[in-house]
């Protein structure tokens, strides 16, 4: 099973999307406490009501590595399934 939590502060501009099927797409980076290295979050959800995040907000994301396709290279990203606000 590829299920993994990330805690982080979200270190970009947040990037909203519509699918063809109705989903809002956010994408955005996430920095990991450590400072070691940023990994970019997609989140995919046919309601944005309840996503109250926004850049510099400490964050919990669930959900699974996936590895995409970027030009001639490959990289990794979090496809998340939820995302939960923290307060420090």
């Known amino acids: 099973m ?3 939590f990330l805690s982080g502060t979200i270190d970009s501009d947040i990037e909203f999307y519509s699918s063809p099927k109705g989903e809002k797409i956010l994408i955005f980076s996430l920095l990991n406490e450590d400072k070691r290295f940023s ?3 997609v989140h995919k ?3 944005m009501e309840d996503m109250d995040i ?3 907000d400490n964050i919990i994301v669930e959900g699974a590595l996936a590895k995409i396709k970027k030009g ?3 990289t990794f990203r979090v496809e998340a ?3 939960f606000k923290t307060e420090v």
């Open 2 to 4: 590829n299920r993994l």
């Open 39 to 41: 990994i970019e979050v």
């Open 45 to 47: 959800k046919k309601a």
């Open 54 to 56: 926004r850049k510099t």
């Open 72 to 74: 001639n290279q490959f």
């Open 81 to 83: 399934n939820k995302i």
